[in-house]
């Protein structure tokens, strides 16, 4: 079992950074990869970045590719989402997910957070 806690949201304006952090309890974090998702209101929850076990391979949504990074200290049981350059279609609730593989489908991954939301404006 996994806990995850998301913190970092707030409202920003276009053009500005933002960086996300993702706090696991338990002592099996190093053994998840860890994604990031976004679902904006209306719309269907959608992949943004993930990153495997050891941080050694990372995947990025071509939306943000460029602009957001994705790291995890795994001494400190944390998965970060550095976002940069942001737009309002950024405009969503951001989740964290640990799961057993580095995948795009939300299915796949099997412990979620509650989510952050983030607020670009224009």
């Known amino acids: 079992q996994v806990h995850l806690v998301e913190s970092g949201g707030g409202l920003v304006q276009a053009g500005d950074s933002l960086r996300l952090s993702c706090a696991a309890s338990?002592?099996?974090?190093?053994?998840?990869?860890m994604g990031w998702f976004r679902q904006a209101p209306g719309k269907e929850r959608e992949f943004v970045a993930t990153?495997?076990?050891?941080?050694?391979?990372?995947a990025y949504a071509d939306s943000v590719k460029g602009r957001f990074t994705i790291s995890r200290d795994n001494a400190k049981n944390t998965v970060y989402l550095q976002m940069s350059s942001l737009k309002p279609e950024d405009t969503a609730v951001y989740y964290c997910?640990?799961?057993?593989?580095?995948?795009?489908?939300?299915?796949?991954?099997?412990?979620w957070g509650q989510g952050t939301q983030v607020t670009v404006s224009s």
């Open positions: 990153i495997t076990r050891t941080g050694g391979t990372t």
């Open positions: 338990g002592r099996t974090f190093s053994s998840y990869a």
């Open positions: 997910a640990a799961g057993d593989i580095i995948t795009i489908r939300p299915a796949a991954y099997r412990y």
